[in-house]
């Protein structure tokens, strides 16, 4: 396909711009280009028709089944979008005075109340710009309530080797050393290990709950009175909150902090990279540290402040705020019972598929599961040679979007599956068919399938010179 700079032609435009509504002013001589920007020049029709062609070439939620273990790829209400588009919320600017802006504020409280109410924390910040952002904003209050102590030795996290490979990269960034926590074979923290472990150097632990084998962790309170016996804190890495909310709260659980990801569990497309958001609650003890522009009601509206020992600004202004927009819709529209019906949905549509693909594969951990679920191809392998890259290419050539794969690092072939909560029993039973037969060709003509994808825009590129080697700038020939 060709890119717009190579379908560009001089003289070629459809620039049409607004008549001027503020007083004309010159730039300065010192701010003005010398030469014209190296713009493609297309008409309206040649932009309309490149981009539709892109989007016919692409995969999302609107074309298929995409269950993407971990990344929540459900289908997003239509409802959020119009209110995400409304002109209130779309034509401010984070320089607004703040009582010209109550109604959008009044968003952040009220969202920010939501997820108190469905996390069991106090205050909320809005400021992370996605889930990763989130935990490195969490490590951050970790590392200044125990500063704030004086109490300078902690300077471990504890994280284990099940977590989603987030956690230990913002563990790091943050400046802490991270300490590796084995798990059993169903991604579950091995307790004694952690016990072992957990010390007055302790500063606290990251859980990814459910694990990334999609399990909840059974001995959840039992890990948490541990590490805050040592004196360390617990964050609660939420991004898959839609297995347990309106069901269970990691603040009942003894969590201190926990990031968010609206755009998966409170509906904001995502997957083509961003915006996202990734809201941290904690608990009241460390309010003071969270990060800055804190929203708060008073006699005469909403302010913002900053909190007194607050950790900073982890990004310009107040976070993706058309993205909390829309999980405000979501969650006023689902409402207590509808929040607590999708989270059962999601576990009853993972459970369903589990049951009906452990006939045709293995499954890494055999045991009821949360949103999600993973099937190892390890001894399908080892007896045939056909990989999860040969299932996944296969899937594509089937119109479903592959499965998160080699995920998590602990089980060898990995694919893992979470259908979600908006998928229909007959886009899973066409779904399960597919995996059928696949399995049934892995059997009969494996070589057909380490040629597929056949009809696909793109077949099976080189990955790795892809990601060693990506051309990314176009080049005149
Ligand atoms: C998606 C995810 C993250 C990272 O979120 P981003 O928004 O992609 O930064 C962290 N932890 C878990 C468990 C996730 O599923």
New binding site residues.
Partial sequence: MKLLFEISRDGHGCDLLPPLDVPEVALPEKERRTSPPALPQLSETELDRHYTRLAKRTFGVNSGFYPLG??TMKYNPRISEEMAALPGFTDIHPLQPAHTVQGCMAVFAETGKALCGITGMDAVTFQPA????G?LAGVLLIKAYHASRGDAKRTKILIPDAA?G?NPASAAMAGFTVVNIPSNACGCVDVEKLRAAAGDDTAGLML?NPNTLGLFDENILEITEIVHKAGGLNYY?G??LNAVMGIVRPGDMGFDIVHL?I??TFSTPHGGGGP?S?PVGCKAFLRDFLPVFQVVETDDGYRFTNPPATVGSLKAFYGHFLVIVRALTYIRTLGAEGIRDAAVQAVLNANYMRGKLSEYFDLACDRPCMHEFVLTLHKIREATGVTALDVAKALLENGIHPPTMYFPLIVHEALMIEPTETESKDTMDEAIAVFKKIRDLIRTDPEQLRRMPLTTPVRRPDEVGAARNPRLKFTEK
């Fill in positions: 971990s990344c996605a889930g990763a952002h935990e989603h987030t990814t890495d991004a898959n990801n755009h998966k996202g990734g």
